[in-house]
C-alpha cells in the first residue's frame, strides 16, 4: 500500500501536513498551526508505549483483530510497490519509480497494523538543497538529468515499512581453540643481491578442543520490509541507513498527516530469514569469544531462537523519482539524518571528453619531457 494520509483543519477543514521542523500540523490552505497533540495515555494514565508483537501468533495467523489492518491496493508495473487508490483518484504516479498509474482491478493487501512510528525531522526543503549537493558532485551525469532533477517538481514524503525482531538466542557449539606461540629458527633470505641465514621468531599455533554453550538476546533487528528501495535483499542497510531507533514513536495518525505510507510486501517469516542472517553472527561472535585463544575454529554451531516477537515500524524518506531517456533513477534521502542515495546515470559523452582531456595532458607532459632532454 502506499496511502496519503489526511488529518482536517481545525479552522478551514483542508488536509493538513505534519510539519517536521515545528512538531506541529500545519494547513497548508489557510496556514492555521494546530498543535499536535499529546500521545494517548495507556493503561496506567502514562503515555503509551510500543509493543511487540507475537510472532508465532502472526504466523499461526491467530493475531488479534485490532492489529491488523486490510487495504485495497494496486501493485505497480515498474516496481513492485502497493499503491493505494482512494475513490476520488482516477490516475496517479507511483512515488518511487515516477510509473504511471491508472486505476484498475484492485486486491486486498493484508498486514500487522503498524505498531511505531520515527517522525520526519527534516524538512522538504532541506532535503531539496541536499539533493541540489549531492547532484552538483556528480561529475558525469549527463547535463538534462540534472536540469530536469532541479526543475522544481516536489519531492514524495514516503514513510517505508520495516520489521524489527527480537529474540532470545542461544547456540551449542564444537570447535578449535588455537593459542599462538613463537619459536626460533634458521630462516635463508635474499637480501641486496646476497643470501644469508639467521635466527628468527616464527608463529605457531597451538590447536585444541573447544565445545561449549552460549546465549544472547537480541533487540530490534531491521529488516527492510519492502523491496521496492532494496532489490533483491530486504536488508535494511541496502536503503537508506542509520535509523535512530530510539526516537520511535507509538504509531499514531497525525505524524503520516500529509505523507504516505508504504506497506509491507515482504513476508513476515521471510523477514525473521533475513533478520536471522545478523543474530546468526552475532552468535557466532559470543562462540568465539567463548572459545577464546589466538585464534578460533568453528565445526559445529547449533543455533535456536526463542520468545520471538516483531513490530511492523514506519520509517521516513523523502524520494525523488525522475524518468530520463525512458529510464527512472531515484534519490533517497532519510527523513531523520538527511543522507542522500541515489542512483545516476552515467555520461559516455562526458567520460570520454575526460579520457581525452587526460591523453592529451599525458602526451604534453612526454613532449615537454622530450624537449628537456
Not at 549531492?134 to 514513510?159: E, T
Not at 559445529?300 to 525522475?322: G, Q
Not at 555520461?347 to 581525452?356: G, M, T
Amino acid at each position: 500500500m502506499d496511502q496519503k494520509r489526511e488529518l482536517p483543519c481545525s479552522n478551514c477543514g483542508a488536509p493538513l501536513r505534519y510539519d517536521p521542523g515545528a512538531l506541529t500540523l500545519t494547513c497548508e490552505h489557510c496556514g492555521t498551526v494546530n498543535e499536535l497533540p499529546p500521545d494517548p495515555a495507556g493503561p496506567w494514565g502514562a503515555a503509551s508505549a510500543v509493543h511487540e508483537l507475537d510472532y508465532a501468533k502472526a504466523l499461526a495467523d491467530r493475531l488479534d483483530a485490532t492489529e491488523i489492518e486490510e487495504t485495497q491496493t494496486v501493485r505497480c508495473p515498474g516496481c513492485g510497490a502497493e499503491i493505494s487508490f482512494d475513490a476520488t483518484t482516477i490516475a496517479e504516479e507511483c512515488p518511487f519509480c515516477a510509473t504511471p498509474l491508472a486505476k484498475s482491478a484492485t486486491h486486498t493487501h493484508r498486514h500487522p497494523k503498524p505498531q511505531a512510528v520515527l517522525p520526519f525531522a527534516i524538512p522538504e526543503r532541506d532535503a531539496r538543497g541536499r539533493m541540489g549537493n549531492w547532484l552538483s558532485g556528480l561529475w558525469f551525469a549527463p547535463s538534462g538529468l540534472k536540469q530536469y532533477a532541479r526543475a522544481g517538481r516536489p519531492m514524495q514524503g514516503v514513510y517505508l515499512p520495516h520489521y524489527t525482531y527480537d529474540a532470545r538466542g542461544e547456540a551449542d557449539y564444537q570447535g578449535l581453540r588455537g593459542d599462538a606461540y613463537y619459536v626460533t629458527q634458521m630462516v635463508t633470505f635474499t637480501e641486496g643481491g646476497r643470501t644469508r641465514t639467521e635466527p628468527r621468531q616464527v608463529r605457531k599455533i597451538r590447536w585444541t578442543p573447544a565445545a561449549g554453550h552460549v546465549r544472547r538476546d537480541f533487540d530490534d533487528v531491521l529488516v527492510a520490509a519492502t523491496e521496492t528501495l532494496t532489490p533483491g535483499g530486504g536488508r535494511a542497510e541496502d536503503g537508506p541507513r542509520n535509523w535512530d531507533l530510539d526516537g520511535l514513536k507509538p504509531y499514531r495518525t497525525e505524524y503520516l498527516a500529509g505523507f504516505r505510507a508504504e506497506a509491507p510486501t515482504l513476508a513476515l517469516d521471510q523477514g525473521f530469514a533475513r533478520a536471522r542472517v545478523a543474530m546468526d553472527d552475532g552468535l557466532t561472535a559470543n562462540v568465539r569469544a567463548d572459545i577464546g585463544g589466538d585464534e578460533q575454529q568453528i565445526s559445529r554451531m547449533a543455533a535456536r531462537y526463542h520468545d520471538i516477537t516483531f513490530k511492523h515500524v514506519l520509517l521516513p524518506a523523502w524520494l525523488a523519482a525522475y524518468r530520463f531517456r525512458n529510464r527512472c533513477y531515484r534519490v533517497v534521502i532519510n527523513g531523520r539524518t538527511g543522507q542522500v542515495s541515489g542512483e545516476r546515470p552515467w555520461s559516455i559523452w562526458k567520460i570520454a571528453l575526460a579520457v581525452l582531456i587526460a591523453a592529451a595532458a599525458v602526451g604534453a607532459v612526454a613532449w615537454i619531457t622530450s624537449q628537456g632532454r
